[in-house]
């Protein structure tokens, strides 16, 4: 059985290549599938100290119902965020980070 600890380290690898992708890619696709990763590492962690972190035995559900909430605004993020970069590559037939950095009209 996997313990808190090994929970931990896997949410910290997920998030810790989030950033580096993030910080590292130009492609502005690729940096926000590694902020979702970043926020499912983020999930990870939750679910893990709830699992973990209980009384009698039991787990304490409230981490995973923040969860729920998370997932709900990552969905709205997903579609808004996504709008964003169409309307982008519409605009200046491009998803490099590096030709979006003026603000031209």
């Known amino acids: ?3 808190l600890n090994d929970y931990l380290l ?3 690898l997920l998030f810790a290549i989030g950033l580096s992708g993030v910080v ?4 502005i696709i690729v940096v926000f599938m590694c902020l979702e ?10 679910v893990a100290f709830s699992r973990f ?8 559900y409230n981490g995973q119902m923040l969860v729920f909430f998370v997932i709900t605004v990552a969905a709205a993020e997903v579609a808004v965020g996504l709008a ?5 590559y519409r605009a200046r ?3 490099s980070t590096d030709d979006l950095t003026s603000m031209r009209g």
Not at 24 to 27: E, H, P
């Open 1 to 3: 059985m996997a313990s």
């Open 24 to 27: 590292l890619r130009r492609n």
């Open 84 to 88: 964003i970069i169409v309307a982008l």
């Open 93 to 95: 037939q491009t998803i």
């Open 53 to 60: 972190h209980g009384s009698n035995g039991l787990p304490d």
């Open 10 to 12: 896997v949410s910290g």
């Open 37 to 46: 990763l970043m926020l499912s590492a983020a999930n990870l962690t939750l």
